[in-house]
């Protein structure tokens, strides 16, 4: 049995669980999760398939997972509207990755850490628990570290999110967010609020030592948004022609989010960031 299995807890009752041939087991409760191979399944399947599949956005959200496209995801990684410079949020994502305990990593995907637990609504390649985030199944004051990436967006109730982040910490225990501020509607599976700097320091009052710093800057911001606004002009329902509208568009305007190299510098630049991070300690 791996380590962190044994902080493993029902995310009803919150106590601890028997980890049996067959799966994890709530005496309390009295009610049995599944194991399938190396993955804890604490979400009903259908559940979780329901609510990625809602939209045309989860579907091929899904299927990119599941399938990926490798061409068309190297082509992003140039021709896209995102550009992340920066060591800022760097470190403070390295800092939570080099905590010593265990660590939770909240709608992983198919992204892959050393010495991470990996979480997300489905069983996606290299996903160990299937989950909602809003009701982890792990203990109280279980985790050294809480990393969750361009994820809050997507949960309907994100304050659930930070509030059982701040339950499975340890005292002391490091949290890393990335979030949208100026970004365009994205529903992977679905895409509910945004945030800016002010919004971040309110909604994790309860933690410590609290940074808040660009992810994404203005010039990305812009790219993201003019694109977006060449589809819609198209007048095309999503998501027929998305892909070729917004794609012949970003392939004359990406060049811009370079600027964010120097334009993120700029005392006000969070003013237009197309996402920030939050990073802090629970007290």
């Not at 982040?165 to 509607?185: A, C, M, S, Y």
Request: overall charge neutral; hydrophobic content about 40%; some cysteine.
């Amino acid at each position: 049995m791996e380590e962190w299995q044994a902080i493993l807890a029902c995310p009803e009752c919150k106590e601890g669980l028997a980890i049996q041939g067959n799966g994890p087991y709530c005496s309390r409760c009295d009610q049995s999760y599944v194991r399938r191979g190396e993955v804890f399944r604490f979400l009903d399947e259908d559940k979780g398939k329901a609510a990625m599949m809602e939209r045309p956005d989860g579907e091929a959200m899904v299927k990119g997972y599941r399938s990926p496209p490798t061409l068309v995801n190297a082509l992003r990684q140039v021709f896209s509207s995102e550009y992340f410079p920066g060591k800022a949020w760097r470190s403070a994502r390295q800092a939570v990755l080099e905590s010593e305990g265990p660590i939770l990593v909240i709608g992983s995907g198919v992204t892959r850490y050393s010495r991470a637990i990996h979480l997300d609504l489905d069983d996606f390649p290299g996903v160990d628990v299937v989950a909602d985030a809003g009701a982890l199944p792990f203990g109280e004051n279980s985790l050294d570290g809480v990393l969750c990436e361009v994820v809050l967006e997507h949960v309907a109730r994100g304050e659930s999110v930070i509030a059982e982040t701040h339950r499975v910490l340890k005292k002391g225990g490091r949290f890393f967010f990335i979030v949208p501020f100026l970004f365009p509607f994205h529903g992977h599976p679905n895409d509910y609020k945004r945030w800016s700097h002010q919004g971040l320091l309110t909604d994790f009052a309860a933690f410590s030592e609290l940074e808040v710093g660009i992810h994404g800057g203005p010039c990305s911001s812009m790219v993201n948004l003019l694109t977006e606004w060449v589809y819609i002009l198209s007048g095309r329902t999503f998501p027929k022609g998305y892909q070729l509208f917004k794609g012949l568009a970003t392939v004359f305007l990406f060049p811009l989010k370079f600027l964010d190299f120097f334009v993120n510098r700029f005392p006000e630049a969070h003013r237009l960031a197309s996402t920030l991070y939050i990073t802090g300690r629970k007290r």
